[in-house]
């Protein structure tokens, strides 16, 4: 019987080296897993990078995971995360036909509405951005393609936990 | 290179050479210990051959015929020294050459150290001649690996290779040195990495686990213990030996803990798993504590996960935490080095003699002894059994020797049988099941232990996957004895055929080559037996020759590997027939 699959959000810190990319999503590809949203930056600590990825499966399978990920000779530490213990944004633009600005006047409403903003305006087109959660990009991306989207993109979840991560303490453990 | 090494100390501020890349990735061998490493050279590596040219009599390179014989020569030669093995390719094919082994090496937590050339840095990623992105492509069976574009990069990078293969839970380690980085000269000094700031080589033992594991082992009725390879690589036998006595407890080993305790201990009670022994498989579902130790519930050791051990409170003691609860929930986790862990335990464990759960061990093993074993070693029908080569070989080395087996039907066999008296001993492919690994992983385990007997015992079909290392066998004059178990077929294969394809026999016979023929075109002694009358001698005479020696033993040809445990299966529906 499947079991039922959850959303998590991960968090792996780790050394900012060339080749990590594939070592971690080659854990999640060979379990035939695929990745809803992966966002790599740099963190709270100098030097060490933080990786935010966003996965569809059981926690149990989760739990291996993060083991696996852990495991890796270049991560520090690895937590997951359900919806409700992270703050989370998501980020999207909009490029769209400017002429729609004026002879759409709704469109103004919407991204008013919807805390969306106005990027840039030329003569052609217009970017708009947002950042919120998943359901309000959503919302404004079904709002907008009404009217004809040039181009869109969204990018990865980028997370912060409620509780502590204690990776600092982790990293002090090791230095001395 | 981002990743924080363990700060030097400053007070030893080393003196520097003005080295190129090449030289120093020799000298760094050298700091690490390295006195013989398997290869084969190429247009991507060849400023590291001729250094090692220059340092011939200090290091040793072995010319395999196939940069997979050398992965596996150095398996080899890690498995049966506790050393790291080292193998050198070129870039390109010699590179992807390697790979198998490098995943053999991954499975097995086998110490390993790989090096390969790259084309030079400025070429990277324009489809060069002999480019391929070993990198990437090794990234999934490796326990790190990294590319070196600059000279300066090499010691610490070198450092941290061999730190890694080592320490914690062993692995293969693969280093890519752009041609460039081998020509480049540098100011060279060489410091060994004591640790890694992101990885943990070995967890703390925590001191409620070990009450935790205390405590059911001393109330347990039935307790039952399997070991696996982490006893091995530990270097925990005497540990074990002292754990399992005083608590009296019968264990069980996996393929690759076999050796950690002699054969013939009373407490050992055979091999679980597939192919493993009657008693042990069936009352895995019997007993009461079950306590795993350095083995990580393979399936081939399980069965059907769902059947497996459900009545039991599980134990395990587990240097790798992704380990722990992976396959089979656990009750108490010990973590840390079984070396540590066990000896740890030791005064919380009450002295026990367990005589009656232990009677249920002989019982079922006279059951598996009428069954399997008589006829496996003392065969009344005409044709030679597997079984009774390993009684002769047995007889003939008195459990002193290394076997180390290729994959298949006369992998099972041999470990089933032989005999061990002393460590590290028993030399397979495990996890990966790699066919013709045997051949060359007895070339390195030979000249890692040259005063040790080591015996390969291959089947025909993974004979000939590497049998060109018979080419590097003559060179090095390597004393392996070979013993090619010919059954004509690919057996394994065949059984399942048999057992589970209504006997239709896809592509699983062979039409085999004259092998002693070839053996004495590489100046080897070489015998083929095909009666029983013969064996004894010949085995005999095998074992007694100074040099390599190649003996064919034409077996039964389809013949089974019995108890089995078919795949999805329990472990206590464990087939006799």
Redesign the interface.
Known sequence: MEKELKQFTVSVY??????LL??IS?IFQ?RHINIESINSSVSEIE?VSKWTIVVNLTEERM??II??I??Q????KAYYHTETEIIYQESCIFKMKSDLLFDERQIQNIIKDSNARIVTVNKQFFVIEKSGRKEEIELLHRELSVFGIMQFTRSGRIAVSKEEMKISNI?KT??H | METKTIQKTKETLQKTERLTGSEAIVRCLLAEGVNTLYGYPGGAIMPVYDELYKYQDKIHHVLTRHEQGATHAAQGYARISGEVGVAIATSGPGATNLITGIADAQIDSTPMVCITGQVASHLLGSDAFQETDIVGISTPVTKWNHQITKASEIPEVMAKAFYIARSGRPGPVLIDITKDAQFEEFDFSYEKCKGVRSYKAVPKTDENSLKAAAKLINTAKKPLVVWGQGVILGEAEQEFKNFIEKAGIPSAWTILGVSAIPTEHPLNVGMVGMHGNYAPNVLTNECDVLIAIGMRFDDRVTGNLATYAKQAKVIHFEIDPAEVDKNVKTNVAVLGNAKESLAAILPLIKKNEHAIWRRAFDDLYAIEYEKVIKNDLYPTKEGLTMGEVLKEINIQSKGEAAIVSDVGQHQMIACRYANFNQTKSNITSGGLGTMGFGLPAAIGAKMAAPEREVVCICGDGGYQMTIQELGTIFQQRAAVKIVVLNNDFLGMVRQWQQLFFDKRYASTEMTNPDFVAIAKGYHLNARRVTKREELAEAVAEMMQSKEAYFLEVCVEKEDNVFPMIPTGASVSDIRLS
């Open positions: 780790t050394e900012n080296n060339i080749g594939n070592r080659a060979r030097n739990k291996k083991g696996q852990e495991k000779v270049e991560v520090i990293l090791i230095d």
